[in-house]
């Protein structure tokens, strides 16, 4: 909804220097998520899409006022979604421990489902507050 009728100038825009977060940069980092979740927990080779060893904040850095990155961004984000949501929905036991290296917790500890999707909940509110204070930058839109 924060993200609706913008064009890729607007979704592009980046809160307050020195920071680089803007609308865009926060979907694509909420990709790198739903990955990460993939990666960790059903143990697939699912890479980083953005993010590199030269450039850690490529999901951010990357995110610039092209109409093809928004149209490539939501795509990847609405597909990664999907795959997570076929993972979760195939596992029967919220207890199920990550078959995946985990990079997560003390000395990257085991770490089970319930655990992970309830970071991952986290990380998307918190998002959606980075959100509701970007649109309100960019075009005064509060609320919802």
Not at 99 to 123: C, F, K, T, W, Y
């Amino acid at each position: 909804m924060k993200c609706a009728g913008l064009d890729a100038e607007r979704l592009a825009r980046r809160s307050v220097p020195p920071s680089t977060m803007s609308l865009l940069g926060l979907v694509r980092h909420l990709t790198e998520g739903e990955r990460h979740l993939r990666r960790v927990m059903a143990g697939e080779d699912a890479p980083k899409l953005y993010c590199t060893d030269d450039d850690r904040d490529g999901d951010w850095n990357g995110a610039i006022a092209d109409p093809a990155v928004v149209e490539d961004a939501w795509r990847r984000w609405r597909a990664e979604v999907e795959l997570t949501d076929q993972f979760v929905a195939g596992v029967a036991d919220l207890g199920t421990w990550n078959a995946g290296v985990s990079d997560l917790g003390p000395d990257g500890a085991n770490l089970q489902l319930r655990d992970i999707l309830v970071a991952q909940i986290a990380e998307y509110a918190r998002h959606c507050g980075h959100a509701d204070l970007l649109r309100e930058r960019i075009d005064g839109r509060v609320g919802q």
